[in-house]
């Protein structure tokens, strides 16, 4: 019998302002998934600012501050967590490290702000201890070891394909068609666990063992210590998902979502799979924001707007005036 990965999201944010694509993704998330409760962990949150009050008001969700406090209750080694974290530098890395820790205190799911929920997530919390999803990447952490004169030329082969497919109209379809050649790896935007878990156990056991100067280095506490622990690959403790649940459109691959007359392909980029759509912040910077306007400019014409407008349209102040006078 599995025991059940409780009805609890957590999102974690280190600055005073939280942004419209933010509300979009815990707005889908409580939507979809109906938790019991909705936990952001913040650091230096204006909680008076529109778009944090929209926020908070939102069914279940309940601000924890203190991060750092997170890290240090984690039973055992608590302690030596809470010195790696004030050891880090950057808020992603400490927030790689308080995620960890979140799950393995209260356990739940943890997601991404850059995510839309698009299905409810219980029968992945019922049927797993722990879960996270693949991606197909052009190179994973483990290609290092490679001699450089078989992995560069795979690589550039790799990054010129997915470039293409990334700029064609049809390139999703040619790109799936063509993802067996390309490894996969896990990613750490969505990760789900119990309370108490072995996998979480070797991840923070793992974070503490790394090297001093290596901690702070991007991707070192999140996608590539996944990817150290899990080989991705399953085991009776954790679930590596395929991409379809969670990255349907992987890295370059998702800038189809925000392509000009996209909206009609919505179902074409989702698969039967999907429950949440990883749809990576750098495309946001790419449209120049995301915001109420924007979604309603081109709910019609992009299929991230497209999206948004069939997962998130029920929600409170989605097209009001109220919110969108401070956007």
């Known amino acids: 019998m599995v025991a059940e990965i409780p009805n609890r999201l957590i999102f974690i944010w280190f600055g005073p302002r939280l942004s419209y694509s933010h509300y979009l993704a815990v707005g889908s998330a409580v939507q979809c998934c109906r938790p019991e409760e909705t936990l952001l962990l913040v650091d230096g949150l204006d909680e008076t600012d529109p778009i944090s009050k929209r926020i908070l008001a939102l069914p279940s969700v309940r601000v924890v501050r203190g991060p750092r406090d997170v890290v240090r209750d984690v039973p055992a080694r608590g302690r030596a967590l809470a010195e790696v974290f004030d050891d880090l530098g950057k808020p992603e890395a400490k927030a790689n490290l308080v995620r960890l820790a979140a799950l393995q205190r209260w356990g739940g799911v943890y997601l991404d702000f850059d995510t839309l929920t698009v299905k409810d997530l219980a029968v992945l919390r019922r049927a797993h201890r722990g879960f996270c999803g693949l991606e197909h990447l052009t190179e994973p952490a483990s290609a290092a070891s490679q001699p450089p004169l078989v992995r560069e030329p795979v690589r550039w082969l790799r990054q010129r394909y997915r470039a293409w497919c990334a700029r064609r109209p049809n390139g999703v379809a ?29 991840l923070l056991d793992r974070a503490l063992a790394l090297p001093r100067e290596l901690r702070g280095r991007r991707f070192v506490l999140g996608t590539h210590l996944l990817q150290q622990v899990t080989r991705n690959r399953s ?8 991409p379809g649940y969670f990255y349907p459109l992987g890295p370059k691959l998702s800038g189809h979502w925000f392509r000009p007359g996209s909206a009609a392909r919505v179902d074409e980029y989702l698969t039967p799979q999907t429950a949440v759509v990883h749809w990576y912040a750098s495309n ?24 948004v ?11 009001g005036d109220e919110l969108a006078d401070h956007l």
């Not at 040619?174 to 070797?202: C, E, H, I, K, T």
């Not at 085991?235 to 395929?242: C, G, H, K, M, R």
């Open 235 to 242: 085991t009776p403790d954790f679930t590596v998902l395929d």
């Open 309 to 319: 407008d069939r997962v998130t349209g029920s929600l409170p102040g989605h097209f």
């Open 174 to 202: 040619a790109f799936r068609r063509a993802a067996f050649l390309y490894p996969r790896a896990v990613n750490n935007a969505v990760l789900g666990s119990v309370p108490d878990s072995p996998a979480l156990d070797q």
């Open 284 to 307: 946001e910077r790419d449209v120049g924001g995301i915001d109420v306007r924007w979604i309603e400019e081109n709910r019609g014409s992009v299929a991230f707007a497209a999206l």
